[in-house]
């Protein structure tokens, strides 16, 4: 059986019709699909360019194939460009095969909307939670709140509808998005045909697999002496990363006499605001912007060159660059926001968007150089579980049940 995967991501795709993918996304993910399905057309925004963007992954390759959405970057060009993006969704939304949905994701509402034309069947990987993206602080646009209510009430009514639902978190975000049949065993894959299109199916995996080599070898050891480099990653897009509040953090540990450096790994519109508050509160020699840093080695070698790391985001499903970092040995900070308690401690986590709180924690872990040795190895210890064959399981689980619904739709539609 063919699926078609639609999600909120952004593709380059070259003049021989290939397609690129930064971080993470490139042709290795989509041959999990192929383990369950013959074939997988990605749905999603791309951008026509003369030649690969530096770092980028292909994607496209033998059984994974892309149908190309008019790019647009934020509401204003969604809005300006609405009609061609319809069309454009219309003639990707398949007659045949499973659909799996990658929500939040606005393509994916579309062609959601698409699909209850006819009442076809489809499947949700829920990686982000739209009533976190859109907090205050996380997005500066008049319609913020509007659209932290629209988003996360269509959420809620697509995975009460959905015939299945994978989630990135094992709680977090089942609670505010619940399905209509959380915690249905994996025999229920094996249901009459009629039965599964009625029974719905949950459960959970993360979007995260890690290399046995992506570990660490050893746990960090600290001296509790000379300069502490701290280390974030994420994108600068928006502000729901919060890098904002890290800066701000830094400037009140170095009023205090703390003898630190940050450097923060990715890019986006932000970038040169977040450069302009560092200079206007005289860090600017603490704080280092390096830009997008090709995933892979080249992360982990500035992960092993860092002493903490922080993430200080106002909105998470479960965070991969976290992930990273705990596999990589290093004492972490976040904030109570989506799927980070379920990989962190509570003593090692902050409200989002308090500054003074997340300057408290750096200094009180700076002092103790002991506690931080014992994180960095509850930290490896956890990150074990992303290299366990439990999550490939379960994810081979969820297609095989979203498979044999759908087959059972299509058999009775010919009836």
């Known amino acids: 059986m063919k699926l078609t995967v639609a999600l909120d991501a952004r593709y380059a795709l070259t003049p021989d019709n290939r397609a690129w993918s930064q971080v993470g996304m490139a042709y290795e993910f989509w041959e999990r699909y192929l383990e369950v399905f013959e074939s997988v057309t990605i749905v999603a925004r791309a951008k026509r360019v003369s030649h690969p963007p530096e770092g980028w992954g292909q994607v496209t390759g033998d059984g994974v194939s892309i149908t190309g959405i008019p790019d647009y970057l ?21 007659s045949v095969g499973a659909v799996i949905l990658r929500v939040g994701s606005q393509v994916a509402n579309m062609m959601q909307r ?11 990987e829920v990686i982000g939670d739209p009533y976190a993206a859109f907090a205050p602080g996380a997005l500066d646009h008049p319609l913020r709140a509007f659209f932290r209510w629209h988003f996360s009430r269509t959420l809620q009514r697509q995975c009460r509808d959905a015939t299945g639902v994978a ?14 049949a959380v915690g249905v065993g994996i025999s229920d894959v094996d249901l009459p045909d009629e039965a599964l299109l009625h029974s719905g199916f949950s459960t959970h995996y993360s979007n995260v697999e890690l290399e046995q080599s992506h570990l660490a070898d050893a746990t960090r050891l600290f001296k509790g002496e000379g300069t502490v480099r701290i280390i974030t990653v994420g994108s600068l897009a928006q502000l729901y990363k919060g890098t904002d509040v890290l800066i701000d953090a830094i400037a009140i540990c170095l009023r205090r006499g703390l003898d630190i450096t940050v450097t923060i790994v990715g890019d986006g519109k932000y970038r040169g605001a977040l ?26 070698n500035l992960l092993d060159a860092a002493d903490l790391f922080i993430l200080p ?8 660059a976290l992930i990273e970092a705990m596999a990589r040995g290093l ?37 103790d150089p002991v506690r931080r040795e014992c994180l960095s190895r509850r930290n490896l210890v956890e990150a074990q579980k992303f290299c366990s064959s439990v999550l490939s399981a379960r994810r081979r689980t969820f297609y095989h049940y979203v498979r044999n619904a759908t087959r059972a739709w299509e058999q009775r539609r010919k009836v």
């Open 74 to 94: 934020g509401p204003s060009q969604y809005l300006l460009r609405y009609t061609a993006i319809r069309s454009a969704i219309r003639r990707a939304t398949p």
């Open 331 to 367: 004492p972490c900070v976040g904030t109570s926001v989506g799927g980070v308690p379920e990989l962190l401690g509570a003593d090692e986590l902050v409200p989002a968007g308090d500054p003074g709180a997340l300057a408290a924690k750096i200094q009180e872990l700076l002092a």
């Open 114 to 124: 698409e699909l209850a034309r006819e009442k076809r069947p489809y499947a949700l």
């Open 167 to 180: 989630y990135v978190t094992e709680r977090a975000l089942q609670e505010r998005y619940p399905t209509r």
């Open 275 to 300: 450069i302009a508050q560092a200079e206007r509160l005289g860090i600017s020699d603490r704080v280092d912007f390096p830009g997008q840093i090709t995933a892979g080695e080249p992360v982990r």
């Open 313 to 320: 985001s106002r909105s998470e499903g479960l965070p991969r």
